[in-house]
């Protein structure tokens, strides 16, 4: 029921917007975060955002650069990506927890189809 979109291939140094919006009813009541998993590696804990938008969350490696934000009228929670790197190219993901800040992938419920994000040198 979650859809990522707004990946793309982008310059370093450029940004990007994803969204993941799901047509549930129920949007409201999760806390929501975003992942990133990149050829060969883990899937790694992005951002996360409270049900009500009070409290986010960071990794320290987008700290400063990506902003989560959510909008619960449109059931659609954001990432704002900018001075993006090399390092930041993977498929992101959004998933749903009510496990805030839920930094690990075992602490969410559901998750979305993740969208290609590559940013080139």
């Known amino acids: 029921q979650l859809q990522a979109s707004g990946g793309g291939l982008v310059q370093a140094g450029g940004s990007l917007r994803l969204s993941c919006a799901t047509s549930?009813?129920?949007?409201?009541?999760?806390?929501m975060g975003w992942f990133r998993q990149a050829p060969g590696k883990e899937r790694e804990f992005i951002a996360s955002?409270?049900?009500?938008?009070?409290?986010?969350y960071y990794a320290d490696s987008v700290q400063g650069r990506f902003t989560i934000s959510r909008d619960n009228a449109k059931n659609t929670v954001y990432l704002q990506m900018n001075s993006l790197k090399p390092e930041d190219t993977a498929v992101y993901y959004c998933a749903a927890s009510t496990l805030f800040p839920g930094t690990r992938v075992t602490l969410y419920d559901y998750w979305g189809r993740g969208t290609q994000v590559t940013v080139s040198s």
């Open positions: 955002i409270t049900r009500s938008s009070s409290r986010t």
């Open positions: 549930g009813r129920t949007f409201s009541s999760y806390d």
